[in-house]
């Protein structure tokens, strides 16, 4: 099987029939790990625009909302109870990043919708407000019973099927394929991929093992651990090869390159005498690439996690706008023992983490009794202002690894120094995830997670 990791950023070579001559580099160079990404895009896009002549008597009538809806690439993401969480923001998030405008829409009654993991995303809008409108792309993501849900949806079916007939770009993951588009119609005389699982329902002559496949308009591809590359396929299609490249690159997309994928040192048993429980707290700004890919994971390992919101809102908005909605707040979360707590990055994410009181303590507490933590992308950092990595080795995202003053391993995507695991965050996280899987169950259950996710597991 192809891995993820064969592909570097730097040499994605996606098959494009609409490469656009835009402002899409300049959109994605004003980009970030923190939430005010999209509003600096705006700014960007606003910024080219209005230093173009403009011959109309009224130019103050061009607002942001118009230049949006008249420069972006328009997406549209549509979810459903069921729906694979890592997949669909995944999606979302790289999409963002490279400038599309993206709308996450559900197909339910309800905006809120639970993923197929537990995870609880809230659509910005319902798939009926969008019967009307032209896309640049659809993506479906996949899941169980997400999939079905979509298949269901009699207005998604006539926007993808209109999509389709006038040859505008499609895609699925994992099951929808041949649970969503193959019922349609959609998949006539097209080479297919989907997740393995779901492979003996796609026409034999037409399916195709492979971690990615673009047929004409239609691009399909194989589960939550092929998503990246899926993601990035699609803005190759979209944007170009260049933005693909930048944003698979900022992404720290783990390549061949003789980077490390994991390095341990001061090896220690996480042994528990019970299923682990796991809190992860959250804030507005948290990197939803992290906060999702975690708990999908150590869910899918049987896992018990808690998502706690350090706002005074359970819902917080991300760092590329993912709504998602916590578990419980981090008062009510304080009343439980966790074996450990792992803090997601985003810079501005990071920021209001640190300014939880109930937080830093549960975290002092955590070292005390000799628990486990851990950190991700920018989160480190607040380790170190809280005395918590003094003496231990540790990495972080790349733009606050100097930062660190203890001993930092650079070139690794994850670093396990005893009970403290550390990670550079975003694309690396899904291995940092397993690495957690790996020391509280043992590789054989992490290899068990990576096949489900079609994600190559390391040897070492």
């Excluded at 980009?31 to 910024?47: D, G, L």
């Excluded at 170190?384 to 972080?396: C, H, M, V």
Aim: proline share 5%; net charge positive.
């Amino acid at each position: 099987m192809e891995s993820l990791y064969s592909i570097s950023p730097s040499t994605l070579t996606f098959p494009s029939r609409r490469r656009c001559p835009n402002d899409a580099v300049a959109v994605l160079r004003s980009s970030s790990c923190s939430p005010v990404a999209s509003q600096e895009r705006k700014r960007s896009v606003s910024t080219m625009v209005s230093a173009k002549p403009i011959t109309k008597p009224k130019p103050t009538t061009i607002t942001t909302e118009t230049i949006e809806t008249t420069t972006k690439k328009k997406v549209l993401v549509p979810i459903g109870h069921g729906t694979e969480e890592m997949e669909a923001v995944i999606l979302v998030d790289v999409l963002r990043r490279a400038g599309a405008h993206v709308v996450l829409a559900s197909v339910e009654p309800e905006v809120e919708v639970e993923a197929s993991s537990g995870t609880r995303l809230v659509a910005d809008a319902s798939i009926s407000t969008c019967l009307d409108q032209d896309f640049d792309l659809i993506a479906l993501p996949g899941g169980m019973p997400g999939s079905a849900r979509l298949r269901d949806c009699e207005i998604l079916r006539k926007i993808t099927s209109k999509q389709a007939e006038e040859k505008r770009l499609y895609g699925a993951i994992c099951a929808a394929p041949a649970v969503t588009l193959l019922p349609w119609g959609l998949l006539k005389r097209k080479q297919t991929t989907c997740h393995p699982a779901f492979m003996d329902k796609l026409p034999r002559f037409w399916a195709v093992k492979s971690n990615i496949q673009v047929s004409g308009e239609l691009t399909t591809s194989r589960g939550p651990g092929t998503a990246f590359v899926f993601a990035l396929s699609l803005v190759e299609q979209l944007f170009g090869e260049t933005v693909a490249k930048e944003v698979g690159e900022w992404l720290l997309l783990p390549v061949d390159d003789g980077h490390r994928r994991k390095e341990e040192f001061n090896t220690v048993e996480w042994s528990v005498d019970r299923n682990p429980q796991v809190l992860i707290p959250v804030a507005n700004g948290s990197e939803e690439i992290e906060v999702v890919t975690v708990v999908d994971i150590l869910r899918r390992a049987k896992v018990d996690v808690i998502v706690a919101s350090v706002e005074k809102s359970l819902q917080i908005v991300a760092s590329q706008d993912t709504k998602i909605v916590a578990d419980k707040s981090i008062n009510n979360a304080a009343e439980s023992i966790y074996d450990l707590i792992i803090l997601p990055g985003g810079a501005v994410g990071a920021e209001r983490l640190h300014k939880s009181k109930v937080l830093k303590r549960l975290l002092k507490e955590q070292e005390s009794a000799g628990r486990i933590y851990g950190a991700m992308c920018s989160s480190p950092v607040f380790l170190q202002k809280q005395g918590l990595i003094k003496d231990k080795r540790a990495t972080a995202h790349p733009s606050v690894i100097s930062k660190l003053t203890n001993q930092i391993v650079d070139g690794a995507g994850v670093v396990i120094d005893g009970k403290l695991i550390t990670s550079r965050g975003l694309a690396t996280v899904t291995d940092f995830a397993l690495a957690i899987v790996s020391k509280l169950y043992g590789h054989a259950r992490a290899r068990s997670v990576a096949e489900g996710l079609v994600f190559e597991y390391p040897r070492n």
